[in-house]
């Protein structure tokens, strides 16, 4: 979200969102971190906040911390967390447990349905140009939608 400046977008499509402290802690020490003064302006600002309650291991797999704890908040929380996440693999667990999950490709789309964004596309191409990739029917598909 960062590589299009969409973390902005968030609290506008889902009010508060929270993160766990190791997502936190894998951040914001890390000089090099894509987004990091934007994810700590967030937190200054009180709408990304880190998740208070203990995190209780429910998943039996090896992910990084980051992705366990997110995983396993959504387990124990699964009627209140909707998970944003975009690696396949980490994104084929949270599936495979039934979690709820959405990307950086169906946000977009929120963004230009909610108008916070002019052009879907756009960030497409924004995304296209870094590192970040989206399968093009994904894009496709969020182009459509969007009647772009």
């Known amino acids: 979200m ?7 977008w968030l609290p506008a499509i889902f009010g508060t969102v929270y993160l766990p402290g190791s ?3 894998e951040v914001l020490p890390n000089k090099n971190a894509s987004g990091k003064a934007a994810i700590a302006h967030a937190i200054e600002v009180g709408w990304l906040n880190t998740w208070s309650e203990p995190i209780k291991p429910l ?9 366990t704890d997110c ?3 959504a387990l124990g929380h699964s009627d209140k967390v909707l998970l944003i996440m975009d690696e396949r693999a980490r994104l084929a667990v949270a599936k495979e447990k039934g979690l709820r999950v959405t990307g950086t490709a169906a946000i977009i789309g929120l963004a230009k349905k909610q108008d916070l964004i002019p052009l879907a596309k756009a960030v497409f191409e924004r995304l296209h140009n870094s590192d970040f ?3 093009a029917t994904v894009i496709n598909l969020i182009l459509c939608s969007v009647n772009e």
């Open 23 to 25: 997502v936190k802690r």
């Open 59 to 67: 998943l039996d797999i090896d992910l990084d911390a980051g992705e």
């Open 71 to 73: 995983i396993n908040v």
């Open 2 to 8: 960062t590589i299009v400046y969409g973390l902005q």
């Open 133 to 135: 990739r989206i399968s």
